[in-house]
């Protein structure tokens, strides 16, 4: 694609946060469907369905399915950003044990990863290259996962819920990801 059509691309995904009617150009060869219609083919569980419709509420209809899935990244970002800040705040509670303050240092470490990841995820969508894009997503879900894996013996903490959340945000983008690249 070209410079001004990626331009118009790029703030047409900005726009698509805040306002439901944007028309963009595009990648080559990329599917265009409703909001609904890339949740339902993208989803492989009720729970997924569910979170696809609540990140693509404001996502502009009919549209190109890079800008669904560059949403889906974008709310997986923010939410690592969220996840980790709360950690670290977990972190500040000087009555921890060792092994629970362990568990939270590793969880900022890995959501560190995966945010970095589903950046990449972002530029790469935006940019019609297709190299890694599944493969970072796969590699985000791995390090949630990881940290899911640490706090399995503190099932009472915070970050427990949240990170089965964290979870599905790389699965959903990974399967929004797939209806352009092919599973
Ligand atoms: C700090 O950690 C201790 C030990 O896990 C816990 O009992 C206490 O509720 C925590 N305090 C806060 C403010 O979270």
Known sequence: MT?????GFLAGVAMAFAVAAVVVDGCDNVPSMSMDDACLKASTSQPLLRLCHSELLNAPDSDEVTVYA???AKSAQWAYEASSQA???LLGNA???????AAY???VARYASARTRVMAV????LECS?????QELIHARVDVEACGGELSRFTASPLYAINADDQLKATLAYEL???IIGK
Do not use: M, N
């Open 3 to 7: 410079r001004a059509s990626a331009t």
């Open 177 to 179: 990801t797939g209806l």
């Open 70 to 72: 560059v949403i889906s």
């Open 95 to 101: 009555s921890l044990a060792g092994d629970e303050r």
């Open 122 to 125: 972002q530029s790469q969508l």
């Open 105 to 107: 240092e590793a969880c």
């Open 130 to 134: 297709y190299a890694s894009p599944k």
């Open 87 to 89: 950690a670290t705040g």
